[in-house]
């Protein structure tokens, strides 16, 4: 069965049990302060666990990308090695949200495994929950019953909560979970061990391919667990596993999914798969990477020296280095897999299709750049080698090639095995550990749970239409880090606070009581859908009604610089093209910064365009049009873009002004006019085919216009207030060019002369021309005068002191005959004469020079300098 049918069965499988079938969401996280990844099924879908939404649909079924390379869940040093764990994988998952419960998730997914998929009973092994003494829990018994039903006893195994019972994270919804494994061993195998002895032991052959997890707990800050009202169906589906096993292949890499990725790397590489264990590894590394770095920066997530970023960048930078060791590719070559990858995988999701180019060049210019570093890492490391006494290399110098310079430790400590040396592996692991230690103090934080004031999960934003309002706070908590101390979260009933969002800050202002008494808000952000505003204390009496006001001044500004930027995305799409795509935006009260993506710097031309066309809209006086919670379908048809980053059970809102439509959930001006003026402040490239433009609005305009405008006149009270101030500056830069020219050929004369002088002051000691003297001419015009009478005199030995702006100099020329044949050596010379001047220098045999702070001492050079030729 190919890949994509097995997808679609699964699919239209829980589709017939009602399941409503919705597109994956993003994979790149950015509105959650806990993950930066999608790395399982239900993180899409936590505000649904948390109670913090309510779903469209109660029953739902998906295929979810995810990916397991930071945090909580950390695959990535095992893929390549072993055939069965991804960086990105599929997650195929149905969902119960408050509504089906253990027994039908249990019956449905033994009824598609076996009945719709085929798979023979005999492979099969499930577990269930064996209890908790810590957690006070039993065994999952309800779970073992069902289970009963549909397979022998001695195939259902109980486990431990490392195994079978699954947790958000410290806190959260968490519930037991049964997994599902396959043992696809020959029958030989089979015969010399059981197939229940080797689940979760890490066998190759026998693994888990689905994990159904019945949430029915919350844990709280203390750890102790609370019974959830509504229960929820969590499940998950490794779909490269599953489709292992209906391909009946015995390695995720020789399915569909994989097969044609590998042909093109053993192509491109002339590399075999099969033939030797180390190629391998790196052609399912590239493989799996690929695949990796290409959905994230489909999904916006370009490589960077941050955050979610900077583990796209590692991971790319991990297949480079494998295919750079292994597969001797030391020119880029994994852009070229993005062809293949958007051919198979374009169906299922478009984006890769749309943005292909992008990906490729992204993933070209990173291979380069690294290639780069790789190799002057090798340069280092053999430099460090020469330097090594004995042959341990140090751990503190592998470390700071690491840290400083990129180069990876795993190829260094390849490289120094090659080279007969050894890597003092633990002091390099002591440089590792003391730097984690140093970032884990900055970043410790710790969460209180929540108190609770007011229980009311319904909290409405209001902050579109006013800025004021009369507010009560429902709940709050105290979060400590070494970073900011203390600070609290407090909640709303309802709030003109917008939260962070969208890439528009986080409104600021304050909470009034009756008194007067003010406490200030000093950021507003979103967690699960929640707006939290961030205070340095709590207000005195907490469950009184408080005035909340949000800074109106700072919030206008931020206002007029979002519209704005949906104006200027316009006008790149009308001047450029519509190849042009938002990739990033940021919207602060000062200005604002808007990437894109584009090929060429934007031409002088280009800028006007832009900048008149947005300007043009500002004169208009278009009046804002907006459509709140208006389905996907509706927004659309209204002109608006469709965009990657919405995910299931969204409605959207509708942003226009004029033309421009965009789904946007920020906040605007009533009317362009408010904006006054639009004013770009700089162009430039931020990755390979993205641009990136800063802009000003509104009163920055002003401030940058005034600044401007001071500047100028302070220029002209410099040049005297002249009535053309322009002319006036060009008759100076004439002025100047024509004075310049005038000493340059002063100086030659004086150089013409100064030179006849020294001629006549040569004097023969042992056969040696010599003079050493002070003149009156700078570094160059020496070093000319020095290299004319070289030409013309054999056995001249020249020592020239000035003194220029209260600095010593001294320069000494030698001949070359006297250099070759008689071992002097001008740099030794004026090392030595140095000393007099306070001062030290350096050249070549022949010529060499020395700067000193010590004019003074120039005649006691020149005499001592008598010394080398006597
Ligand atoms: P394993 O123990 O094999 O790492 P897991 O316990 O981490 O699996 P879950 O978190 O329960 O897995 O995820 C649900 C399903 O997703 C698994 O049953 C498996 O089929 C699949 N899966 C998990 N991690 C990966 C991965 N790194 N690559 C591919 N599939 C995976
Ligand atoms: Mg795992």
């Given at each position: 069965m190919k890949s994509q049918e097995i997808r679609s069965k699964f699919l239209s499988f829980f589709e017939n049990k009602k399941h409503a079938i919705v597109p994956s969401a993003p994979m790149v996280l950015k509105d959650d302060p806990t993950l930066m990844f999608v790395n399982a099924?239900?993180?899409?879908?936590?505000?649904?666990?948390?109670?913090?939404?309510?779903?469209?649909?109660?029953?739902?079924?998906?295929?979810?990308?995810?990916?397991?390379?930071?945090?909580?869940?950390?695959?990535?040093?095992?893929?390549?090695?072993?055939?069965?764990?991804?960086?990105?994988?599929?997650?195929?998952?149905?969902?119960?949200?408050?509504?089906?419960?253990?027994?039908?998730?249990?019956?449905?997914?033994?009824?598609?495994?076996?009945?719709?998929?085929?798979?023979?009973?005999?492979?099969?092994?499930?577990?269930?929950?064996?209890?908790?003494?810590?957690?006070?829990?039993?065994?999952?018994?309800?779970?073992?019953?069902?289970w009963k039903k549909h397979i022998s006893e001695d195939r259902i195994l109980k486990g431990n909560k490392k195994d079978n019972f699954w947790e958000m994270g410290d806190q959260g919804p968490c519930g037991p979970c049964s997994e599902i494994h396959v043992d696809i061993r020959s029958a030989e195998e089979k015969a010399k061990i059981d197939g229940k002895d080797l689940v979760n032991m890490d066998h190759p052959q026998v693994v888990e391919i689905w994990n159904l997890v019945f949430i029915q707990f919350n844990r709280k800050a203390n750890g102790s667990l609370e019974s959830l009202p509504n229960k929820h169906i969590d499940t998950g589906m490794g779909f490269e596993r599953l489709c292992m096993v209906l391909q009946g292949v015995q390695s995720n890499y020789d399915t569909d999914v994989f097969t044609p990725i590998i042909r093109e790397v053993e192509t491109i590489t002339n590399k075999d798969y099969g033939k030797d264990e180390k190629v391998d590894i790196a052609i399912r590394v590239i493989s799996d990477h690929v695949r990796a770095v290409a959905f994230s920066i489909a999904d916006g997530q370009l490589p960077s020296n941050s955050g979610a970023g900077y583990v796209i960048r590692r991971i790319l930078r991990r297949a480079v280095r494998y295919g750079f060791t292994f597969l001797d590719k030391k020119e880029p070559f994994i852009y070229r897999l993005v062809d293949v990858l958007s051919e198979k995988m374009g169906k299922a999701f478009p984006e890769l299709k749309s943005q292909k180019q992008l990906i490729e060049n992204v993933i070209k210019e990173e291979e380069q750049s690294f290639l780069r570093t790789l190799e002057q890492g090798l340069i280092l490391l053999n430099r460090i080698v020469e330097e090594t006494k004995d042959d341990i290399v140090s751990g503190e110098k592998a470390f700071e090639l690491y840290d400083t310079y990129g180069f990876p430790i795993d190829l260094t400590s390849l490289i120094l095995s090659e080279?007969?040396?050894?890597?003092?592996e633990n002091g390099f692991k002591k440089e590792l550990q003391k730097q984690k230690d140093r970032s884990r103090a900055a970043s410790e934080m710790s969460t209180d749970d929540w108190t609770i004031l007011i229980d009311d999960s319904d909290q409405e934003f209001i902050g579109y239409d006013t800025l004021e309002a009369n507010v009560k706070i429902t709940r709050y908590r105290k979060v400590t880090s070494k970073k900011e101390g203390d600070m609290y979260q407090l909640v709303f009933n309802l709030t003109p606070f917008y939260a962070e969002g969208g890439g528009q800050v986080g409104d600021k202002g304050y909470l009034e009581d009756a008194h007067g008494d003010v406490v200030y808000i000093l950021d507003t952000k979103k967690e699960n859908n929640v707006i939290i505003h961030f205070t340095k204390n709590l207000p005195e009496d907490i469950n009184k009604t408080f005035k909340a006001v949000v800074d109106a001044k700072q919030r206008h500004r931020t206002e007029c610089n979002h519209t704005a930027t949906h104006l200027l995305h316009q006008a790149l799409r009308e001047v450029l093209g519509t190849h042009v795509e938002q990739k990033g935006s940021a919207v602060h009260s000062k200005y604002l910064r808007f990437d894109f993506s584009h090929f060429a710097k934007l031409t002088v031309e280009e800028l006007r365009?832009?900048?008149?066309?947005?300007?043009?809209?500002?004169?208009?006086?278009?009046?804002?049009?907006?459509?709140?919670?208006?389905?996907?379908?509706?927004?659309?048809?209204?002109?608006?873009?469709?965009?990657?980053?919405?995910k299931y059970g969204d409605t959207v809102r509708a942003v226009r002004f004029g033309q421009s439509v965009e789904l946007c959930g920020g906040t605007h001006v009533k009317n362009t006019a408010d904006i006054w003026h639009f004013k770009i402040v700089s162009e430039g490239a931020v990755a390979a085919g993205i641009r990136r433009i800063e802009a000003i609005t509104n009163d920055a305009v002003k401030d940058f216009y005034h600044e401007n405008n001071q500047a100028f006149f302070e220029m002209k009270d410099l040049l005297n207030n002249p009535k053309e101030p322009i002319k006036a500056l060009q008759n100076l830069q004439e002025e100047n060019t024509s004075l310049r020219k005038q000493i340059e050929s002063l100086l030659k004369d004086k150089a013409k002369n100064i030179k006849r002088e020294l001629k006549n002051e040569l004097t023969n000691v042992n056969g040696i021309q010599f003079l050493a003297k002070k003149v009156d001419l700078d570094a160059a015009g020496i070093k000319d005068v020095a290299f004319e009478l070289g030409n013309q005199f054999n056995n001249l030995f020249l020592l020239l002191g000035t003194e220029q702006n209260g600095k010593a100099l001294l320069s000494c020329y030698i001949s070359k005959d006297l250099v070759t044949n008689k071992q002097f050596n001008a740099v030794q010379v004026v090392r030595e004469l140095g000393k007099y001047i306070q001062g030290g220098g350096g050249g070549q045999p022949f010529f060499a020079t020395a700067g000193g702070k010590n004019p003074a001492g120039i005649e006691a050079a020149l005499i001592a300098a008598q010394e080398f030729v006597k």
């Open positions: 099924g239900m993180v899409p879908f936590k505000e649904f666990f948390l109670g913090n939404a309510e779903p469209k649909n109660q029953r739902v079924t998906d295929t979810q990308k995810c990916l397991r390379v930071s945090g909580k869940h950390n695959d990535l040093e095992e893929v390549g090695y072993d055939t069965y764990h991804h960086t990105l994988f599929e997650m195929l998952g149905n969902w119960s949200f408050g509504d089906y419960f253990k027994e039908e998730a249990i019956a449905w997914a033994w009824e598609l495994l076996t009945e719709v998929y085929g798979i023979d009973k005999d492979i099969l092994y499930v577990t269930v929950f064996e209890g908790d003494d810590e957690d006070g829990l039993p065994m999952d018994s309800e779970a073992y019953d069902f080279k007969g040396y050894t890597l003092d365009d832009v900048e008149n066309f947005v300007n043009a809209r500002i004169d208009g006086k278009l009046p804002l049009e907006e459509k709140r919670n208006i389905p996907m379908e509706e927004a659309i048809a209204e002109g608006a873009m469709a965009l990657f980053g919405e």
